[in-house]
Nanobody
Framework: QLQLVESGGGMVQPGGSLRLACTAS????????IGWFRQAPGKEREGVSC?????????TTADSVKGRFTMSRDYAKNTVYLQMNTLNPEDTGVYYC??????????????????WGQGTQVTVSS
């Protein structure tokens, strides 16, 4: 059974950067679409970005982070990254990665994913 662990969260000042990692065990991420989601205090979880199965590697990014967040894969480490630049306080929240099925085009809708990590906290504050 695929298990996901997020890492790389922390506290950063506005304008700073963080790189989150989503590492899998019990299976490979190369045949899975991977999504990143976040949940701010008092708000519902929202989709941030996703990358489709390796054969296609298309990405989808929410408008709120477009141009600032990018995803990449490290096949050797069975890890997917979310590079977050120019962070602002509105980016604060718990960030989750999730794995879904084999797909050419990914979606940042929760129901597209069936394996979830426990989340990592990101706090953007001066």
């Amino acid at each position: 059974q695929l298990q996901l662990v997020e890492s790389g969260g922390g506290m950063v000042q506005p304008g700073g950067s963080l790189r989150l990692a989503c590492t899998a065990s019990g299976g490979t991420l190369t045949t899975s679409s991977i999504g990143w989601f976040r949940q701010a205090p008092g708000k519902e979880r929202e989709g941030v970005s996703c990358i489709s199965t390796t054969d296609y590697s298309s990405t989808t990014t929410a408008d709120s982070v477009k141009g600032r967040f990018t995803m990449s894969r490290d096949y050797a480490k069975n890890t997917v990254y979310l590079q977050m630049n120019t962070l602002n306080p509105e980016d604060t929240g718990v960030y989750y990665c999730a794995a879904g099925g084999f797909t050419q085009y990914c979606s940042i809708v929760e129901t597209s994913y069936n394996a979830w990590g426990q989340g990592t906290q990101v706090t953007v504050s001066s």
